[in-house]
């Protein structure tokens, strides 16, 4: 199973996904899964109620899309989603997804839980996950090729911004950040800080 997961998650980092659980209130949120070394992880909040949910039902749906609009429509509680019967949580219909067991094994807030694929469902084109710190690359050197031309106050709001993006790709992409390594020292070069 974890291999197939490649698919999903091509590299380390942190990718967006849309997460489906039951324990008190069926509920699709997204959520960052931490993927590392074929490891996979949450990070979740104690005041959420996808962390309460997990409390008292461990499995997960976990749901794998571009598309935006699912992610905007579930922060507006405006999502229709069904029950999953095998697995009782809420399903996103005709999207990919991956039912897992979340287990936690921190204590701290926010808690690491543990994620464990159990099954997976394909109902659409096979997509990667939304990695953020890959997509802001993009960005990224779009506002690098502004260095040279800009000045003054524009020049000091694009070093934030660059300061910024490069943090979220450092934190999210790891291959990614290594890649843009000979661009952040070319930055640097010219006097400004990153990092």
Known sequence: MKKFLKMFFPHDGIYEVLVGTSGIKPIIKP???????NELRFK????TLTYSNLEKNRICSIHVTLDINFFILSMLDKLNFNMDSEYN???????????????????????????????????????????RGDYISVDFL???????????????????????????????SPQ????LGEIANKIRSKGFKLD
Not at 44 to 47: D, N, P, R, T, V
Not at 95 to 117: G, M, Q, R, T, W
Not at 160 to 165: H, M, V
Request: net charge negative; proline share 3%; charged share 20%.
């Open 89 to 131: 949580v809420p399903i996103l219909n005709n999207l990919n997804i991956i039912y897992a067991e979340c287990s936690k094994v921190s204590n701290a807030d926010p808690s690491i839980f543990s994620v464990n694929p159990l099954d997976l469902e394909i109902n659409s084109n096979l997509t990667r996950a939304y990695n």
């Open 176 to 179: 990614t950040y290594n890649l």
């Open 44 to 47: 979740i909040y104690k005041s």
């Open 31 to 37: 959520l960052g899964i931490i993927v590392e070394a």
């Open 142 to 172: 779009v506002n690098y090729t502004r260095l040279d031309i800009y000045k003054g106050e524009e020049l000091e709001k694009l070093i934030r911004i660059l300061g910024y993006e490069f943090g979220v790709i450092k934190r999210t």
